[in-house]
């Protein structure tokens, strides 16, 4: 049986007090290029959990701000500083706890001004054009699921009978998820996702202590046709991975009510339609992962809700109108990574963004439509180690207090259109 482990609080909280417990970081990533839907494996967002001495680590393997190995506890991830900024990520044919990581030689970042309406095959998740000098700040707390969530509210141990219908009921959604997503052309499933087995012992679930399905996690496993709506009816769920396969339609507004949720990772797939509003109900949420996908409509504002989260993008998509202003109240000390880059955004970057005084790393570049001048205000980021500002219709000058924040900055811009004296002028080119 797959079951869950607890971190405990003096770990989760490690990065909030500035003491970066077992953090590693590389200092690379990939976020290169298009989409890819079907094709790679692993990512930014892709958190396996090991066990280490008793305690659970995490390993989050790439990174959009960098790629990222997260120890806990005495462990943790040992991937190689790469001498290239993308790095590629292979798969294992079967579960490992720790994805192999295998640098790419000679990757270029050439973000698209215009996002391609259909992902390609190579998997992007994360930029690196350069590679930092140093660690920037990244989050320590990505957790695993907890122990004992039981949703209906009522003390562990034998399953009450409202329990009981719950849990009988969890095995009938999980097939429904198989067969709506092509189960049986699975790159893998051992051949569990059967009805005379423990929906807990099948590929690719980990369930609490009570039995209830808390992790669903099957990136670049040859997933196709649609997230079905039943997926929220699974209450417990706290990491959802389906990055990296060839599913298409929208994502079901429904996944909106998994209140538990901490991971949502949708990333290199085919998706569609507009992002729903009701994710911003997803209060513990810490990564969300859309990037590379076929997005349209506007970005809707009440993802302004979202207080816990970590890192953010999308990456690479279709989507268009204003930057929302919301997004300056979203997770002000928390959130360290924010990619809205290769979309079709109009108007102007809003100055409230330099309200998110943990921000490392903010990626504009891509979007033609984006237009005026940078704002002054974002010299009070103190914590930017990276600013994408390429591939727009920005005019002006980088403000002086951008360049002068301490340690070191790398910045891209359209050197033609905007003066500065701390970018490279070479990004897209």
Not at 230 to 259: C, F, H, M, W, Y
């Amino acid at each position: 049986m797959n079951v869950s482990y607890t971190l405990n609080d003096d770990v989760l909280n490690a990065g909030e007090e500035g003491d970066n417990v077992g953090l590693v970081e590389e200092g690379a990533g990939d976020r290169a290029g298009g989409g890819g839907g079907g094709g790679g494996g692993g990512g930014w967002f892709m958190a396996n959990k090991k066990l280490i001495g008793g305690v659970v680590g995490i390993l989050a393997v790439g990174g959009a701000a960098a790629g990222i190995a997260v120890g806990l506890s005495g462990g943790g991830g040992d991937d190689d500083e790469p001498t290239s900024p993308a790095p590629s990520l292979i798969p294992s044919p079967s579960p490992s706890l720790i994805p192999s990581l295998t640098p790419s030689v000679s990757p270029t970042h050439s973000p698209s001004v215009t996002p391609s309406s259909t992902p390609s095959s190579t998997p992007t998740v994360f930029p690196s054009m350069v590679p930092s000098s140093g660690p920037s700040l990244a989050p320590s707390d990505i957790p695993t699921a907890s122990p004992s969530s039981n949703p209906t509210g009522e003390p562990s141990g034998a399953p009450s009978m409202s329990a009981a219908i719950l849990l009988a009921e969890q095995k009938n959604i999980m097939l429904t998820f198989f067969e709506a997503t092509g189960g049986d052309s699975w790159t893998e499933r051992n051949l569990t996702w059967t009805e005379d087995s423990s929906e807990c012992d099948w590929f690719g679930v980990t369930c609490d202590n009570d039995l209830f399905v808390t992790q669903l996690e099957l990136p670049s496993n040859g997933l196709t046709g649609t997230i079905p709506e039943d997926l929220a009816l699974l209450r417990s769920l706290q990491l959802i991975d389906l990055s990296s396969n060839a599913l298409t339609g929208s994502v079901p507004e429904s996944i909106g009510k998994l209140t538990p949720l901490r991971q949502l990772l949708l990333y290199n797939n085919y998706l569609n339609s507009s992002i729903p509003s009701e994710l911003g109900q997803l209060e513990s949420l810490l990564l969300f992962g859309l990037h590379n996908n076929i997005f349209t409509s506007t970005l809707p504002t009440e993802v302004g809700n979202l207080d816990n989260l970590v890192r953010f993008s999308v990456f690479n998509n279709s989507l268009s109108g204003p930057i929302p202003s919301e997004l300056g109240t979203m997770s002000q000390e928390r959130l360290v990574y924010l990619d809205l880059g290769s979309n079709l955004f109009t108007g102007s970057i809003p100055s409230i963004l330099s309200e998110l005084s943990a921000l490392t790393e903010l990626y504009l570049d891509g979007n033609e439509y984006l237009s005026g001048t940078i704002p002054d205000s974002f010299g009070d980021l103190s914590s930017l180690s990276r600013i994408f500002l390429n591939g727009t219709a920005l005019t002006g000058e980088m403000p002086d207090n951008v360049c002068s924040i301490s340690g070191t900055i790398y910045a891209t811009v359209d050197c033609d259109e905007v003066s500065c004296d701390c970018c490279d002028c070479s990004a897209g080119v």
